[in-house]
């Protein structure tokens, strides 16, 4: 039922800049709380970034001052504004959406930082 579709990772130069978009269906997009994940080949998934249905931001450590997560309601959409990029921020990209003890994952989208 629930299906999160996230696009805009490519191949990226450090120090540059992507937004990952993540779209929602199929879910009440607007009482749920969203997050990106990450992982890399041989490593658990690492949180990254959420932001809950009122609004609240955090983010991991490595990430602060870099990355901002915004929603759009309307348009059911979480995104992942990434700036000065590093090659430690390789990793597919994942949209996450929970509610309650319910989650659900979307695809995944591949950002690649190198020179």
């Known amino acids: 039922q629930a299906q999160l579709v996230e696009s805009g990772g490519g191949l990226v130069q450090p120090g540059g800049s992507l937004r990952l978009s993540c779209v929602g269906s199929?879910?009440?997009?607007?009482?749920?709380?969203m997050g990106w994940y990450r992982q890399v080949p041989g490593k658990e998934r690492e949180y990254v970034a959420s932001i809950t249905s009122g609004g609240s931001t955090d983010y991991v450590d490595s990430v602060k001052g870099r990355f901002s997560i915004s929603r759009d309601n309307a348009k059911t959409t979480v995104y992942l504004q990434m700036n000065s990029l590093k090659p430690e921020d390789t990793a597919v990209y994942y949209c996450?959406?929970?509610?309650?003890?319910?989650?659900?994952w979307g695809q995944g989208t591949q950002v690649t930082v190198s020179s």
């Open positions: 996450q959406a929970k509610f309650r003890s319910v989650t659900a």
């Open positions: 199929g879910i009440i997009f607007g009482i749920v709380d």
